[in-house]
């Protein structure tokens, strides 16, 4: 439709008159018929003798390399056209066919020079000549375009068939050229118009420049180009309709039908056919696209619920604006005191406001700031609001606050308020009560929370580990904690050294010496090399596991070995080791040999000597160290004067007896069974009866009871009281 519009009926007939006259003073090809002196040889016109000629001429494909002449003369004209009207009008015609030819020709004669390098310039005007003259009679058939359809389908009878699909492509190549020009010259026209010019003065106030600007103005040219031509093809469509109805009108008739016009055709018996002239009608759904994005597809309508969605969190409701009644309520609801019941006030509140969650939320947060106790008993309140559209995060904030100040009450509480409006508890707040129970010591409680995570197929991380085994820690269960350990190790999760060192001071203290050096060498293996820290635990699980030689052997190889140089702590662990094997002549020499060496026994070494010393009943000696502790101005630890109390009974020194007694009832709450049992003994040893039978019923009122060894000693002495109703008693009578 576009060839038919760009060549008109006018300039196909102008095309008769291309052998009579010169067309355009540069459209050269004209020039070819007035070159030659004789006629071209009938070896090339003729269809059977320009084969040998063309046969070598085959392009399948365009060199994409061409250089090609793009003609930009906006009109042609014909020589003489001051002087003749007729030609002049035929000029005005022939603008199109002129240009077409021009580019043809130029394209054609720089092929034809490849092939024949050796041609003359009179033989090659003679083969365009030809060429030409085959193209116009074609155009003359049926029209350029109808010719370029049926190129390939139909071979010329005069060419060869590669030479006629070179025609072929070179025609369709000039055609391209030529829609490209024009475009690019109504492009320039919409780029200056009003309405673009406005939109890019626009763009570049509010801060659009450069590349962006360019890209923008040549879109919003490119639209109002192709929106013109849409209604210039509808006009077009209206004229063609119209002479088809003036055509019909005349030889068949008119028949009017409703607001269309109804051709009837009388020349199909007595049946009539209606052919409904009207606008075409546009198929399918109208397409948006926006830098590439098809906004018409369905999936934008729900990116755009979204997007308003996450724009009511990003910026929220404003409250309610709080005036008269309403106002006073809220005034009295924060100056509540903690012990009155806030309930009614708030059903008044929400009765008079009609509030909103973000009503609630700004209420809950100005009682935050004035009272946080009444905050969490009216927070509590809230939840249960219908209009607070309480969720499970409402429930975990309020569970975190009571957590970290170990409310485990309050904690359940809520638990069960969660359960009753069918709220289960989620990720987060299983991780919250995992580290509550934890720090409360509930190892029950925090396990079973433990697998409410597990079960919810969240795997603990290192928090919840850390948590876990630091309980099990402090309850005395190492062999737990380092379970965990090893499933940390099997999921590539690194422990802590915080972690391996809570361990083994668990192992050293339970005297597991096995496990406490399986805790160092797993820390080695990590990262962690020995430190002054884990030797000392290691001496100490030595001290408590009564392996004295072992604890003297990590000592040496942490001075000599680590390079080391012990503490007082470290060397006071070692002492204890001597000490409960009563070798006290290597724990001189150890104490000599350090001495040597620079080092100032501590507290905890004095310390260890005096219960030492006490248990020998060396009372000098003892004393003298306790002289050195009051020096450092330190106070001797509670053995040290459940030592001496033993000590000073035993040797009958009343006095101090008492004065250390007195200091070990002070401290009642920090005694052990086997502490109540040895003062008991040794009060009993050194005749104080009384002062026995008096810490024989503190240590019941502490509920400890009696060991064996310690009834027998009882009933010895106190032979004419009633005799003790214990088990083992009674089955000895």
């Not at 793009?70 to 042609?76: A, D, F, W």
């Not at 035929?90 to 020079?113: C, G, Y």
């Not at 973000?358 to 219908?386: C, Q």
């Not at 409410?452 to 969240?458: A, K, N, P």
Request: glycine share 6%; charged share 30%; with cysteine.
């Amino acid at each position: 439709m576009y060839l038919k519009h760009l060549l008109s009926r006018q300039t196909i007939n102008g095309l008769s008159r291309f052998n009579g006259r010169i067309l355009s003073p540069y459209s050269y090809v004209y020039k070819i018929s007035s070159a030659f002196t004789t006629p071209i040889s009938r070896s090339i016109y003729s269809s059977g003798g320009y084969e040998p000629t063309f046969h070598n001429l085959t392009y399948s494909k365009l060199d994409p390399s061409l250089n090609r002449y793009i003609h930009s003369i906006p009109e042609t004209k014909l020589n003489g056209s001051s002087t003749d009207p007729e030609l002049q009008s035929d000029d005005s015609e022939d603008a199109t066919m002129n240009e077409f030819l021009s580019r043809f020709v130029w394209i054609m004669r720089r092929k034809l020079m490849e092939v024949y390098p050796e041609c003359n310039k009179q033989t090659m005007d003679g083969m365009l000549l030809i060429l030409v003259q085959k193209v116009v009679s074609e155009m003359e058939k049926g029209g350029l375009e109808q010719m370029l359809d049926a190129a390939v389908a139909t071979p010329s009878q005069d060419f060869s068939e590669d030479l006629w699909k070179t025609v072929w492509e070179v025609s369709n190549l000039v055609l391209n050229d030529m829609k490209k020009a024009r475009n690019k010259e109504k492009m320039k026209t919409f780029l200056q118009s009003e309405e673009v010019k406005e939109m890019s003065r626009f763009a570049g106030e509010i801060g659009i420049r450069g590349d962006m600007l360019r890209e923008l103005r040549f879109k919003w040219a490119r639209e109002k180009m192709e929106e013109s031509e849409f209604y210039e093809n509808l006009e077009r469509l209206r004229e063609e309709a119209q002479a088809e109805e003036g055509v019909e009108a005349q030889a068949k008739g008119v028949e009017a039908v409703g607001n269309e016009e109804v051709v009837v055709d009388d020349s199909v018996g007595d049946g009539k056919k209606e052919m409904v002239v009207s606008l075409p009608k546009r198929h399918g759904k109208i397409r948006y696209k926006i830098y590439g994005l098809d906004l018409s597809n369905p999936k934008w309508t729900e990116v755009a619920d979204k997007v308003h969605e996450r724009e009511e969190i990003v910026w929220p409701q404003e409250p309610k604006p709080i005036s008269g009644k309403c106002k006073i309520v809220t005034e009295n609801i924060l100056t509540m005191k903690e012990e009155d019941d806030p309930s009614p006030l708030l059903d008044e509140w929400a009765e008079l406001l009609q509030p909103r969650r973000i009503d609630w939320i700004s209420l809950l947060d100005r009682l935050k700031e004035n009272n946080a106790h009444l905050y969490l008993k009216v927070a509590e309140l809230v939840l249960s609001k219908e209009s607070f559209q309480t969720n499970t995060l409402d429930y975990t904030k309020l569970i975190d606050v009571h957590a970290k100040e170990n409310r485990l009450e309050d904690v359940e509480r809520i638990l069960k308020k969660m359960n009753e409006n069918g709220i289960s508890p989620d990720i987060l707040t299983s991780m919250v009560l995992v580290h509550m129970y934890c720090k409360a010591g509930n190892l029950e409680s925090a396990n079973v929370a433990l697998e409410g995570l597990r079960s919810q197929g969240v795997k603990p991380d290192m928090k919840i580990y850390s948590s876990m085994i630091m309980a099990y820690v402090n309850a005395g269960k190492p062999e737990k904690g380092k379970s965990l350990v090893e499933e940390m190790g099997m999921r590539d999760i690194k422990p802590t050294k915080e972690i391996y060192m809570a361990l083994l001071q668990a192992y050293a203290e339970c005297g597991h010496i096995d496990e406490a050096k399986f805790i160092s060498r797993t820390m080695d293996y990590a990262g962690f090399p020995p430190s002054l820290e884990s030797s000392t635990l290691l001496v100490k699980a030595c001290e408590q596991g009564g392996d004295a030689n072992q604890a003297r052997k990590i000592f040496d190889d942490m001075i000599i070995e680590a390079r080391y140089r012990p503490d007082d702590r470290c060397t006071s662990s070692l002492i204890a080791a001597y000490e409960k094997k009563n070798m006290l002549d290597k724990a001189l020499d150890l104490l000599l040999q350090l001495e040597k060496d620079g080092f100032e026994p501590g507290v905890a070494t004095y310390n260890v000597l005096v219960v030492w010393l006490a248990n020998l009943q060396l009372v000098d000696e003892a004393e003298q160290l306790l002289g050195k502790i009051a020096e450092l101005g330190e106070a001797p630890s509670l053995g040290v004067h459940i030592s001496l109390c033993d000590m000073y009974a035993r040797t009958r020194a009343e006095k101090k007896a008492l004065q250390a007694l007195g200091v070990v009832e002070a401290n009642k709450e920090q005694l052990k069974r086997e502490d109540f049992e040895r003062i008991i003994k040794g009060l009993i040893d050194g005749g104080f009866s009384q002062d026995a039978q008096r810490i024989q019923d503190l240590m019941a009122s502490m509920g400890f009871s009696a060991s064996y060894d310690l009834e027998i000693t009882l009933a010895s002495k106190f032979a004419g009281r009633p005799k003790p109703t214990s088990g083992r008693w009674r089955s000895l009578r």
